[in-house]
């Protein structure tokens, strides 16, 4: 079956714009992450789905960076008045229950480059 | 903070030779998985084992887990080529909140 996948696959912005990045979970898979990963280093979680709502969006920078899943299933990560630091593969998984229990499916990533 | 530390950080090994990854963490899990990524893209999961459990196989892969020393292992035996790639471990302290990475061990098989 289609396994999780994200658009754009690179994306190349200027400072200050804002940006959207999606993620096609596995259909029906309940939990989904979202993570940032900086070269050279582990991916660094930002927000945790389980179905519609965040369970925890703790890892979140700021208040430039959310995140929405309204049906449950298609997610989407908004980045408004991008930085340069925001640069990285920013990549989501879904897994079928909760992610700490359940293997987590991840997606190719997207790249984002802030100029 | 990250939750997982790996080490090392980085290991070079010849094809057939046995590898082995070590992971360190701070506080309480309920479990810890390992994957492995390529390319800086895409992480495959490998082996998820439970804080009850103390050793898990898969195939060439062998995970040991010592909760009491906060460590878990990951051993590839008679590794090839194709095993070259980043390998994380990950642990969770919540049911799936705040899923932890660390920052990975970059493993290098010779031909």
């Known amino acids: 079956g289609a396994g999780v996948s994200q658009t754009p696959s690179n994306k190349v912005t200027e400072k200050g714009k804002y940006v959207e990045l999606r993620c096609d979970p596995i259909?029906?898979?309940?939990?989904l992450y979202w993570y940032r990963q900086s070269l050279g280093q582990g991916p660094e979680f930002l927000i945790y789905?389980?179905?519609?709502?965040?369970?925890?969006d703790s890892g979140l920078p700021n208040d430039r960076f959310f995140a929405v899943r309204p049906e449950g299933s298609v997610s989407t990560l908004k980045i408004q008045r991008t930085e340069r630091g925001d640069s990285a593969v920013y990549l989501c998984a879904s897994s079928l229950l909760r992610g700490g229990t359940d293997t987590q499916y991840f997606g190719p990533g997207t790249r984002l480059t802030v100029l | 903070s990250q939750q997982g530390e790996e080490d090392p950080q980085a290991l070079s090994i010849q094809e057939g030779e046995n590898a082995t990854m070590n992971c360190s963490y701070k506080t309480s899990i309920n479990n810890l998985q390992w994957y492995r990524q390529n390319s800086g893209r895409g992480l495959v999961h490998l082996i998820l084992?439970?804080?009850?459990?103390r050793e898990k196989h898969s195939g060439r892969l062998r995970v040991t887990l010592d909760t009491s020393k906060k460590s878990s292992s990951l051993l590839i035996t008679a590794s090839r080529a194709a095993d070259t790639a980043s390998y994380f471990c990950a642990t969770d302290r919540n049911y799936g909140q705040n899923f932890v990475f660390g920052p990975g061990t970059r493993l290098s098989v010779l031909p």
């Open positions: 084992i439970r804080s009850n459990e």
């Open positions: 789905f389980q179905g519609t709502g965040a369970a925890d």
């Open positions: 259909s029906g898979h309940t939990a």
